[in-house]
């Protein structure tokens, strides 16, 4: 089975720009879960998607948003960047009960940088 | 706040010497914790949870609702526990990290 993918592995962009963030789950896992993962702040929640549907939300800004295909892939998205949002964002999916369990299956991550 | 606290940034120690990462929670519910491992260059991966209490690589980590901590520990660390550990709580549908403990083992 192929593992979580995520495109773009880096990316550099300027504050005010905005960048969109792609994952592709494991096949068959429908849930899937966005972090931000910064070496001061460890990994903070910012959403998670099941079925298309957002189910949870974690304390960012509205410029963080996210959205889930009905293949269960998923994007995620920072409006108007700001040099704080550098960080490496991972994605991780899991199996319809996995959340609960806590078998997260993550991705390499995007490493974005704002200058 | 509903928190997950691993007091130590980074641990440091020789090989063949016990090892405990701290991880403390609070939590108001029933908590299912679990340890996270982050090896160089590798992707964040699933180390142990509580519910299944049992040994991985040598770890164990006991879930102590008293003292509301779920500290990993092996008694005797060996050079490729070098790693970054993270300890999360779960049971409302979604995964709350610590700040992680970097383990260094040295020769």
């Known amino acids: 089975k192929a593992g979580v993918t995520q495109t773009p592995r880096y990316l550099i962009k300027t504050r005010g720009q905005q960048v969109t963030l792609s994952c592709s789950p494991i096949?068959?896992?429908?849930?899937v879960s966005w972090y931000q993962q910064t070496p001061g702040q460890g990994l903070q929640f910012l959403f998670e998607y099941f079925s298309e549907t957002q189910r949870n939300k974690g304390n960012f800004p509205g410029r963080f948003s996210g959205r889930q295909f009905s293949n269960s892939r998923s994007e995620m998205n920072v409006s108007t960047l700001e040099l704080g949002d550098s960080a490496l964002y991972l994605c991780a999916s899991s199996s319809p009960a996995g959340v609960d369990t806590g078998e997260l299956f993550f991705g390499e991550g995007s490493r974005l940088t704002v200058l | 706040a509903q928190r997950v606290t691993q007091p130590e940034k980074l641990l440091s120690v020789f090989k063949g010497a016990p090892v405990e990462l701290k991880c403390n929670y609070s939590?108001?519910?029933?908590?299912?914790l679990f340890w996270y491992v982050q090896y160089s260059r590798q992707r964040l991966q699933l180390l142990l949870r509580h519910i299944s209490r049992e040994s991985i690589k040598g770890f164990t980590a006991d879930l102590n609702k008293g003292e509301t901590s779920f500290h990993l520990k092996k008694p005797f660390a060996q050079e490729e526990d070098s790693a970054m550990y993270y300890c999360a709580r779960g049971g409302t549908d979604k995964l709350i990290f610590g700040t992680g403990t970097r383990l260094q083992v040295f020769p």
């Open positions: 096949s068959g896992h429908r849930s």
């Open positions: 939590y108001s519910g029933s908590p299912e």
